[in-house]
C-alpha cells in the first residue's frame, strides 16, 4: 500500500523566514514523489518533482529513500507562497496518492 | 499549460436525484482521466480512473453503481452520482492526462451539496 504523511495542517511563517513542508511517504518499491499547490480559489497545480530536481518558484524538494522523506524547502517565504500544499506519491500505474495538505501562511 | 474543465462548478440537488459532472480536455487529448474526492479539510482520494474507451478502475470501497463514470471521448469524461444522499456531498476533482504527457492536469472542481 503507497501512504503519504504530511504531519502539519499548518504552517504560519513570517515573510522572508526559512519554510520546511514536511513530508513522509510508505511505499515497497521506487516511488515518484511530487509537490502540488492550491493558490486560494484556484484548482490543483503540480509544483514539482524529484526527478525533475529543479527549483521552482524558490522550492526544492530533496528525495531521502533512507527517511522517506520529501521535504518541501524554500529558504526564504514570500507572501505569494501563501497556499496548500500536498505531497503526492506515484507508485506506477499512474495512481497518485495524495497527503492530506498542509496550509501554509506567510505572515507580512 | 493544459487545461482541464469541469461543468458545474457547483450543484445542489434533492436526496435521490441523479447529478452528472463533466470534465473536459480543452486543449489536448486525454487516455486517462482521473475522479478524485475531497471532503472538506481533507486530502483528495481518487475515486476511479477511466481510459477512454473502456470500463472505469474504481478503488477499494468507491461502489461503481453509485457512482458511474464514462469516458466516450478523448475530451471528455462524466462523472453521474445516482440516487444522491447527503452524506455524497464533497468536492468532486478530475484530472486528465495525455498520452505523451508525464503530469496530470486537474479539473477546478465541483461542489456538490445533496438537500
Known amino acids: 500500500a503507497q501512504r503519504v504523511t504530511q504531519p502539519e495542517k499548518l504552517l504560519s511563517v513570517f515573510k522572508g523566514a526559512p519554510v520546511e513542508l514536511k513530508c513522509n511517504y510508505s511505499?515497497?518499491?521506487?516511488?515518484?514523489l511530487f509537490w502540488y499547490v492550491q493558490y486560494s480559489r484556484q484548482r490543483l497545480q503540480l509544483l514539482l518533482r524529484?526527478?525533475s530536481r529543479e527549483s521552482i518558484k524558490g522550492f526544492t524538494a530533496d528525495l531521502n529513500k533512507g527517511e522517506t522523506s520529501f521535504h518541501l524547502k524554500k529558504p526564504f517565504a514570500q507572501e505569494e507562497d501563501s497556499a496548500m500544499y500536498y505531497c503526492?506519491?506515484?507508485?506506477?500505474?499512474?495512481?497518485?496518492?495524495f497527503g492530506t495538505g498542509t496550509k501554509l501562511q506567510v505572515i507580512p | 499549460g493544459a487545461v482541464v474543465s469541469q461543468h458545474p462548478s457547483w450543484v445542489i440537488c434533492k436526496s435521490g436525484t441523479s447529478v452528472k459532472i463533466e470534465c473536459r480536455s480543452l486543449d489536448f487529448q486525454a487516455t486517462t482521466m482521473f475522479w478524485y474526492r475531497q471532503f472538506p479539510k481533507q486530502s483528495l482520494m481518487l475515486m476511479a480512473t477511466s481510459n477512454e474507451g473502456s470500463k472505469a478502475t474504481y478503488e477499494q470501497g468507491v461502489e461503481k453503481d453509485k457512482f458511474l463514470i464514462n469516458h466516450a471521448s478523448l475530451t471528455l469524461s462524466t462523472l453521474t452520482v445516482t440516487s444522491a444522499h447527503p452524506e455524497d456531498s464533497s468536492f468532486y476533482i478530475c484530472?486528465?492526462?495525455?498520452?505523451?504527457?508525464?503530469?496530470?492536469?486537474f479539473g477546478p472542481g465541483t461542489r456538490l451539496t445533496v438537500l
Open positions: 503526492a506519491l506515484s507508485g506506477g500505474y499512474q495512481k497518485v496518492t
Open positions: 484530472s486528465a492526462l495525455g498520452a505523451a504527457m508525464n503530469e496530470q492536469f
Open positions: 524529484h526527478i
Open positions: 511505499y515497497s518499491g521506487s516511488p515518484e
